[in-house]
């Protein structure tokens, strides 16, 4: 099982970032895709949800209205569009597949937001 993110970096306030997440080893469109991000002295927080069929997402309200997860079930990837981004959004994002009994997470890409 594979989980990895790519698209992070360093970028300016008001910039944007997309971030992807490619999938292998698992039977994908069977899982609900998250993104998490953890700040430096924070705990890892849930940023984005997208459930396995029919593109119901969820997202955290520090990031309604800025952030678009979507997944793409036939090329096993997900995405994070990151728009408007500011400074407290500086953390490393995970991707994580959850379903009813197991759990994957990536290794995280570091996103830094800074003038």
């Known amino acids: 099982v594979q989980l990895v993110e790519s698209g992070g970096g360093a970028v300016q306030p008001g910039g944007s970032l997309r971030l992807s997440c490619a999938a292998s080893?698992?039977?994908?469109?069977?899982?609900?895709m998250n993104w998490y991000r953890q700040a430096p002295g924070k705990e890892r927080e849930l940023v984005a949800g997208?459930?396995?069929?029919?593109?119901?997402?969820n997202y955290a309200d520090s990031v309604k209205g800025r952030f678009t997860i979507s997944r793409d079930n036939a090329k096993n990837m997900v995405y994070l569009q990151m728009n408007s981004l500011q400074p407290e959004d500086t953390a490393v994002y995970y991707c994580?597949?959850?379903?009813?009994?197991?759990?994957?997470w990536g290794q995280g890409t570091q996103v830094t937001v800074s003038s």
């Open positions: 994580n597949a959850r379903n009813w009994d197991r759990e994957y």
């Open positions: 080893g698992f039977t994908f469109r069977n899982y609900n």
């Open positions: 997208i459930i396995s069929v029919g593109g119901i997402t």
